[in-house]
């Protein structure tokens, strides 16, 4: 166990708490020592996931049916939580879904359902869980985001709407709350193993090829992911609030070396980068290369 994060006997809340992000998180902040409510929608499967929890870890871990869109269900939540373990210290929005279309095509329906689990969701547990923060004079919330908050993909166009709203949510949280002693920070991943992107790298060619498009390349894992959200629930963090953490593995600052080179400077970049043995962006990849200018 590790006391640097300084996590040991904190009341850390995590929604979506069954997804593949989830889960990681809830078993980092018990590798931390942090006691660890799980809230999610299957009230059978999230609690013998807290009652496995708290075995192999040693910690008191509660886990609790909730609906994140549901303002009853996640009052009674904050309530619970409050009961069985006297405060909460941290809450981490986890919860999440995803629905592809061109702009459009797009039906409303798709788009309400997304904007209500993605915006709305991670508004009232921030909400019902904050007050609980302002009232204790301390509290941390980490908003799991995504790079596509601020760099379209498209036919994503109302996932990555969303994450844009929650980017500005949090910063309005850090801003109204900080003088409460409450912090409000975002995760933003990109190019992640997930339950909901494991599609995208179902192909081994087409992970091969994402990886190459990375500073690092290789493509992050949730465990990359929840590292990230430790930090920003730990009081390592203090001094941050109102930002967000890419998880990326770099690749938002590659763009320039993803454009065409003039006068042969890709030449010389795909030469230098080969002799000393680092994979390249290129044809082989199945990605299209740009011509020299």
């Avoid at 929608?41 to 708290?54: G, N, P, S």
């Avoid at 941390?140 to 166009?157: D, Q, W």
């Avoid at 030449?267 to 080969?274: G, I, M, P, R, S």
Wanted: hydrophobic fraction near 40%; charged fraction near 25%.
């Amino acid at each position: 166990m590790s006391n640097w994060l300084k996590l040991e006997g904190d009341v850390c809340a995590v929604t979506g708490a069954l997804g593949g992000m989830g889960v990681e998180i809830c078993r980092e902040f018990a590798r931390n020592g942090a006691n660890v409510v799980l809230l999610d929608l299957d009230e059978e499967k999230v609690k013998a996931a807290a009652a496995d929890l708290a075995a192999e870890f040693g910690i008191h871990a509660e886990g609790y049916k909730m609906n994140a869109t549901d303002e009853a269900e996640v009052q009674a939540a904050v309530d619970a939580t409050i009961a069985n373990f006297g405060r909460v210290d941290v809450l981490v929005n986890t919860a999440g879904i995803l629905r592809f279309a061109a702009m459009e095509d797009l039906p409303l329906s798709d788009w309400n359902e997304v904007i209500n689990v993605n915006l709305t969701g991670y508004f009232i547990t921030s909400q019902r869980f904050g007050r609980e923060m302002i009232k204790a004079g301390q509290g941390r919330l980490v908003h799991i985001s995504t790079v596509a908050s601020h760099s379209p993909e498209t036919f994503s166009g109302v996932y990555s709407s969303t994450k844009a709203g929650v980017n500005m949510m949090s910063k309005m949280l850090a801003a109204e709350w900080g003088p409460y002693g409450v912090r409000s920070n975002c995760v933003e991943p990109c190019f992640v193993k997930t339950p909901m992107s494991a599609n995208f790298y179902a192909d081994p060619e087409v992970e091969k090829s994402r990886s190459r498009l990375i500073a690092t390349r290789r493509i992050g894992e949730v465990s990359d992911i929840a590292n990230a959200v430790m930090f920003l629930a730990s009081t390592r963090s203090d001094f941050t609030t109102g930002d967000a953490i890419k998880v990326d593995g770099g690749f938002s600052n590659m763009m320039g070396d993803l454009t065409a080179k003039p006068g042969g400077r890709r030449a010389y970049a795909d030469n230098y980068l080969k002799n000393k043995g680092v994979e390249l962006w290129s044809d082989e990849s199945g990605v299209a290369k740009p011509t020299d200018q």
